[in-house]
Every structure is written in structure tokens, then in C-alpha cells.
């Protein structure tokens, strides 16, 4: 990434730092039955908990939320933290709490966790140090997730930006027994694709361009809703196996 890319994505977070460090702690939102009077009830989808990334808010979701209803995933957990303000243990801790206690309240067999940027690289630290929650997770999806770092974590303020470090942390294989995907684009200023895709020897991991987003408009973006959505119901008929897909597929240009 060019120095004139690292500034620019800089300025950009930096316009969102305000609420970040306003923000303590971790709290909730949940949508519990939102679900849209069409779609056929008679098999009750896996619980949802989304995580967004670094100085962000829940309004990366304002287009997953709708689409996850829509398709008949009518408990979703929002998670909201302090990026700047709290420790990344923390978050992990409540994240991990959050999704068994949805886990326990819908009655269903597992949990699926999406995170967007910083949000995927908690998922993954949550289901690495919490055994219990890795037992539960059907499938893990990171958006433009940082697996390989970039170079404004090694100025952006708060613990949690130290996860965004490569040099920081030890590369680790992905748990086993769940499905990993990771959503990256050829056009994220913030986040570069080479950076964005999940490489695991196990094969445990797939990896799903699409071309053209940025780092924040990627969560709106139609296409992902066509691919994720699909994704989360194909993992509840296919809890046992994981599924690989030897070469990666763009996802179609139009809108």
C-alpha cells in the first residue's frame, strides 16, 4: 500500500474516531423475530452475531440486518464496542457470551459470526481463546478483514488496533470444525486484498472476491447479500463438512 493510500485511509478513520473513543466498554443490540412474514418458518435458522470493525457502528449493517431477516434468520445480535477505549480480551469475552446465550435461546445448534474489518480478526480471537464458543460456530465470515495487517494499525490508537499488527501477533491456524469464509475487494484503500484473504494450510478456509467495493461500501454492497446469505444457510444443512472450493470465483458484476 502506497504512502498516499495509508494517509488517505488514515484521514478517513480518523473522521470516525470521535464516537469511537466517546464509546466504553460493549453492549448489545438484538433483533429477535424480525423476520418477514413470507419467509417460510418451518426451520428455524442458526443465530447471527455481527461485529463491526475499528471506529465503526453498527451502521455497516443497515443492509445485512433487512437481508438476514428476510431469509428467515430472525435472532441477530449486534455487537457494539469501543475500539479505541476497550481491550480486544473484553470484546472477545462478550462476544463469546453473547453468542452462547443465543445459542441457548433459540434452541438452535450453533451460531454463525460475521465481522467486518477489525470486527473478523475479534471473531477469529474469540473462537481461538474460547473453546465453548468454537464448539458452537457453524460458520465465520470476516469482510475485509485484516488477516494479513496493515500499516496504520502501527499508529491507530487502543489496544484493539494492535490486532490489525502482523508483527504483533503469531499466525495460527484457523479452529477446526466450522466453516470459514473471508469477503475481500480489489479496490479496499484500507484493507488490500492480499491482506483480506484467508490462507490455511487445512483447507478449512475459502476466500470470495468482490470487485470494485471499498472498505465500508462493501457491507452494502448487493452482491454480498447474494453470496452471504446463501453461504450461512448452506452451512446449517452442512454442519459435519466443510466444504473447499479449490479456485476462487469473483462474484458477478452487476448489481
Known amino acids: 500500500m502506497s504512502r498516499v493510500r495509508v494517509l488517505g485511509a488514515v484521514a478517513r478513520m480518523a473522521l470516525q474516531l470521535p464516537g469511537a473513543v466517546r464509546r466504553r466498554g460493549c453492549t448489545a443490540v438484538v433483533d429477535l423475530a424480525a423476520v418477514s412474514p413470507d419467509t417460510a418458518r418451518d426451520e428455524a435458522r442458526c443465530p447471527v452475531v455481527l461485529v ?6 453498527d451502521a455497516c449493517w443497515s443492509t445485512v440486518r433487512p437481508a438476514l431477516a428476510e431469509a428467515g434468520f430472525g435472532h441477530v445480535v449486534v455487537l457494539r464496542y469501543g475500539s479505541v477505549t476497550t481491550h480486544p480480551g473484553a470484546v472477545g469475552a462478550e462476544l463469546a ?22 470486527g473478523g480478526l475479534l471473531v477469529r480471537s474469540a473462537v481461538e481463546t474460547h473453546g465453548d464458543l468454537a464448539a458452537s460456530v457453524v460458520s465465520a465470515v470476516t469482510i475485509s478483514t485484516p488477516h494479513g495487517g496493515v500499516p496504520l494499525a502501527r499508529i491507530a490508537p487502543g489496544t484493539c488496533a494492535r ?3 502482523r508483527r504483533e501477533r503469531p499466525a495460527s491456524a484457523l479452529p477446526p470444525n466450522s466453516r470459514w469464509l473471508a469477503y475481500y ?3 479496499d484503500r484500507v484493507v488490500p486484498a492480499e491482506s483480506a ?3 490455511d494450510p487445512g483447507h ?4 470470495r472476491l468482490i470487485p470494485g467495493c471499498g472498505h465500508l461500501t462493501i457491507c452494502h454492497d448487493p452482491r454480498l447479500m447474494r453470496s452471504l446469505i446463501p453461504e450461512l444457510v448452506a452451512a446449517e444443512t452442512d454442519r459435519a463438512a466443510l466444504r473447499t472450493l479449490p479456485v476462487e470465483r469473483p462474484l458477478a458484476l452487476a448489481a
Open 185 to 187: 475487494s480489489d479496490r
Open 197 to 199: 484473504r484467508l490462507d
Open 204 to 207: 478449512r478456509a475459502r476466500n
Open 52 to 57: 463491526h470493525g475499528y471506529g465503526g457502528t
Open 97 to 118: 457470551r453473547l453468542a452462547l446465550d443465543a445459542v441457548d435461546l433459540s434452541g438452535a445448534p450453533g451460531v454463525h459470526l460475521v465481522g467486518h474489518s477489525l
Open 163 to 165: 490486532l490489525m499488527d
